[in-house]
Structure formats: structure tokens, C-alpha cells
Antibody, heavy 119, light 106 residues
Framework: EVQLVESGGGLVQPGGSLRLSCAAS????????MSWVRQSPGKGLEWVAS????????YYVDSVKGRFTISRDNTKNSLYLQMNSLRAEDTAVYYC????????????WGQGTLVTVSS | SYDLTQPPSVSVSPGQTASITCSGG??????TCWYQQKPGQSPVLVIY???KRPSGIPERFSGSNSGNTATLTISGTQTMDEADYYC?????????FGGGTKLTVL
């Protein structure tokens, strides 16, 4: 059974930092691109970032470029999102998502972790 | 930036066919995916590569994509299909989601 378990969310002040983690199991992590997708309360889905299997390619939505960094550790089947200079508009549930290497569909989703940016 | 436009809501009677559209410039030149999200749950992939169904997705879900519009069709809609539906495509290595459509079955 595929499992993606996010952790690291919480309340942080504007300008602060947070690191999200995602533990993957039940599939061959090393053959998948991986992504983060977020959803603000009561709003729609927004793609945040994606990373290639070997970490040689990374892509970000414009609104987080220079502030967020996606990374992965294939030895630990883990995905990360380092978030710096957080803003109120970054408040959202962040989903860890596996991304098909052949067609880039978002195949499996974690349960999400809530990040709240507020003073 | 590339935008995908969906109707905010669609209503359908049980057993009837529901169609949800997704519009974007030359969308037919890209692959479109569709995701279903029920309240309090994570999204689930229901259509990929315009018209393919992942394992476990009922046959009543189908998709098409041509010109500037992709369409998700649910035949014989059931009450369990009531959910938010999001289309999604890639534009220059950037992921783009539509704003979502709330499907009401009544």
C-alpha cells in the first residue's frame, strides 16, 4: 500500500522558517518525481514544487522561488520542503505527492500537513 | 502565466451524465489530468493523459481534450461522486490547476 506521511507543519510567524518532511513507503521511491501541492483554507489546489528522481532538476511556482527549497533523500525514501521568509499567503495544507515519470500526473497524495503563518 | 478555467459549480441528478469543462489556451496540445476531492480528504487522480483511468477508478469516469477545452464526463452519476473536481496540466515545467468545480448530485 502506498503511503505518504507528511510532518513538520505548525504555526509560524511571518518571516519565519519551517521544514516539511514526507516519509514514503509502499512504492519504489527512486523512480518517481516528487512534488508538493498546497491548498489554502477553503480554496483550490496550487502546485508548489517538483523534484526529479536524482535531484538534478527542480521546479517551483513563481510565488515561492528564492524562498522555498525542495529536496529528497533517496536513501531514506523521504521528501522535504524548506520554507523560509514565510508570508501569510503561504498558509495552507501542504500535500506530498508522487508524480508519474512518464506522464507527470500526481498519482498518490499524502494526508497533508497544515502550515499557518500568523503573528 | 498559464490559466485553466472551470465552472465553479455543476449540478446533476442521480443516474444522469455530468460534464465538467476546463478551458485554457491550446489545452488540447497538452495532457490534462483530473482530480476528485471529497470534503476533508486528499485529492485522488481519476483521469490522466486526457482520457486514461487509473486502476480502481470506475468506468463511468471518462475524459476528452481538444482545442482549448478538456472535459471530464461522469456517466450514470452516483451520490458518492459528489465532490470538488480539479483539472491540471503542465506548461513549461510549471504545474497549473483549474480553480475547481463543485459537483452536486441531487
Amino acid at each position: 500500500e502506498v503511503q505518504l506521511v507528511e510532518s513538520g507543519g505548525g504555526l509560524v510567524q511571518p518571516g519565519g522558517s519551517l521544514r516539511l518532511s514526507c516519509a514514503a513507503s509502499g512504492f519504489i521511491f527512486t523512480i518517481y518525481w516528487m512534488s508538493w501541492v498546497r491548498q489554502s483554507p477553503g480554496k483550490g489546489l496550487e502546485w508548489v514544487a517538483s523534484i526529479k528522481q536524482d535531484s538534478t532538476e527542480k521546479y517551483y511556482v513563481d510565488s515561492v522561488k528564492g524562498r522555498f527549497t525542495i529536496s529528497r533523500d533517496n536513501t531514506k525514501n523521504s521528501l522535504y520542503l524548506q520554507m523560509n521568509s514565510l508570508r501569510a499567503e503561504d498558509t495552507a495544507v501542504y500535500y506530498c505527492v508522487s508524480q508519474s515519470s512518464s506522464n507527470w500526473s500526481f498519482d498518490f497524495w499524502g494526508q497533508g500537513t497544515l502550515v499557518t503563518v500568523s503573528s | 502565466s498559464y490559466d485553466l478555467t472551470q465552472p465553479p459549480s455543476v449540478s446533476v441528478s442521480p443516474g444522469q451524465t455530468a460534464s465538467i469543462t476546463c478551458s485554457g489556451g491550446k489545452l488540447g496540445d497538452k495532457y490534462t489530468c483530473w482530480y476528485q476531492q471529497k470534503p476533508g480528504q486528499s485529492p485522488v487522480l481519476v483521469i490522466y493523459q486526457d482520457m486514461k483511468r487509473p486502476s480502481g477508478i470506475p468506468e463511468r469516469f471518462s475524459g476528452s481534450n481538444s482545442g482549448n477545452t478538456a472535459t471530464l464526463t461522469i456517466s450514470g452519476t452516483q451520490t458518492m461522486d459528489e465532490a470538488d473536481y480539479y483539472c491540471q496540466a503542465w506548461d513549461s515545467r510549471t504545474g497549473v490547476f483549474g480553480g475547481g468545480t463543485k459537483l452536486t448530485v441531487l
